[in-house]
């Protein structure tokens, strides 16, 4: 299970799945059902081969595709929202903030309807969890006789009943941990931590996924039992530490409040506080229509250039296949590119003049200006698919023989490879 786990593990601490998700990330079942029948096809014309699994730089240039790809694509389809041309974004909202740091911002409303242009914003607090803090015991002791014990965790809309076990050779770290498991793992709206002390002691301490509190709620949750009073009053967790509270911050110089630190405004700007803002004003509004073109081909060729150094990572003592395809788009479209202030450098990233794309969507040749980007976009997301649909493709690996043209068959199983499902040869 090592090797799988490292992998899993690299994911998880690179990407962190659980807190960068895009809303271009749901798709509907036809999208789905696409993308497996997309998967099903590279399976069956691709030849047999194996892959040695033990090899760390194969599963993380595997998960490294798959997910610069993903961000590859998300970036084209907001790009794509209004239209397939880039000339369409000189026509999308694109909200902006004087101080992302402090305040971050993005247009969520109708592109049609009518919304204030601008508005002040100032951050006096940030809506915080509620965090319970268990008593500070001996890792090493033994505070809780064996037996099976439980207790209840009521929230502001619901009640669970916790059991857990103490075994013979248990000490206070294994109860702790233990605990800290069985809520992570039942998704009630908690995060448990075990946290340390320089004094060797360790302690049980749970936070709320929510911050603030509803109009009339004093906590979040509450820990109680009818029969285990000793051992949660030990434990401590059923002690609040810190409670939560809404953020608080001014619109135009009127004082609200929210449970969240992100919140929508005239449901048009979804707002999210980073920091106080410390007597600064934030202003919030919308970026010129040039501008925020101009931004979208930024990411556009940070998408395509972190694909490129993928490759080129990957390239040092394995194949370039992927480093090569990637570059080839931008040796084809150089002297398009150069012309409207892309160039090539000699790793094979892309960089910007920025005044000369600004100037060249406003100027008399706009027309050939936007010809160039849309090829360059079209050529991007079209690599960005075929990455997403089976990244094994560019990765080492042995050739044991080719299938019979024209008698081949799917084998379903394979395609969990090309999903980015990569299974532990040794099970």
């Known amino acids: 299970m090592a090797r799988i786990d490292a992998a899993y593990n690299y994911y998880l601490s690179t990407y962190n799945p659980r807190g960068n998700g895009s809303k271009y990330d749901i798709h509907k079942k036809s999208e789905l059902r696409a993308a497996y029948n997309e998967m099903l096809k590279a399976n069956k014309e691709s030849p047999l081969y194996k892959i040695d699994m033990d090899d760390g730089d194969i599963t993380r240039f595997a998960i490294d595709l798959k997910e610069n790809a993903r961000v590859a694509k998300n970036i084209i389809a907001e790009m794509s929202s209004s239209g397939e041309s880039m000339e369409s974004l000189l026509d999308k909202k694109v909200a902006a903030s004087s101080n992302d740091e402090l305040v971050s911002v993005s247009f969520v409303g109708n592109e049609e309807s009518d919304t204030s242009p601008s508005f002040n914003m100032t951050v006096n607090s940030l809506a915080t969890p509620q965090i319970n803090t268990g008593n500070f015991l001996n890792s090493k002791g033994f505070d809780f006789e064996e037996g099976h014990y439980s207790f209840d965790l009521n929230t502001t809309s619901n009640s669970f009943e916790f059991q857990f076990n103490v ?166 479209l150089s002297s398009q590119l150069s012309d409207v202030g892309i160039n090539q450098e000699n790793d ?75 299974v532990d040869q040794a099970l």
């Open 167 to 332: 075994s013979v050779g248990d000490n206070n770290l294994d109860v702790q941990k233990k605990i800290a498991r069985l809520v992570n793992s039942s998704d009630v709206g908690l995060k448990a931590d075990v946290i340390n002390n320089t004094l060797d002691q360790t302690a049980l301490q749970l936070t709320s996924k929510k911050t603030g509190l509803p109009e009339g709620e004093t906590e979040l949750f509450s820990i109680e039992t009818n029969t285990s009073w000793a051992e949660v009053n030990r434990l401590g967790i059923n002690n609040i530490t810190e409670p939560a509270h809404n953020s608080s911050f001014t619109l135009n110089d009127s004082e609200h409040q929210s449970m969240s630190n992100t919140f929508t405004i005239n449901k048009a700007f979804e707002v999210t506080l980073h920091k106080p803002t410390e007597g600064k004003t934030v202003n919030v509004g919308f970026k010129t229509n040039t501008e925020a073109l101009a931004d979208s081909v930024s990411d556009l060729l940070k998408a395509y250039n972190n694909m490129v150094r993928i490759g080129a990572n990957y390239s040092v003592g394995h194949n370039n296949s992927y480093f090569n395809e990637m570059t080839a788009i931008g040796r084809s």
């Open 348 to 422: 094979g990233t892309l960089n910007m003049d920025r005044d000369t794309i600004l100037n060249g969507v406003t100027g008399a040749n706009r027309s050939d200006v936007f010809k160039t980007l849309n090829t360059f976009k079209n050529a991007l997301s079209n690599a960005a698919n075929k990455t997403a649909i089976n990244p094994m493709k560019y990765v080492d690996k042995l050739l044991v023989e080719y299938k019979n043209p024209g008698k081949n068959f799917t084998a379903v199983y394979a395609s969990s490879a090309y999903a980015g499902m990569l």
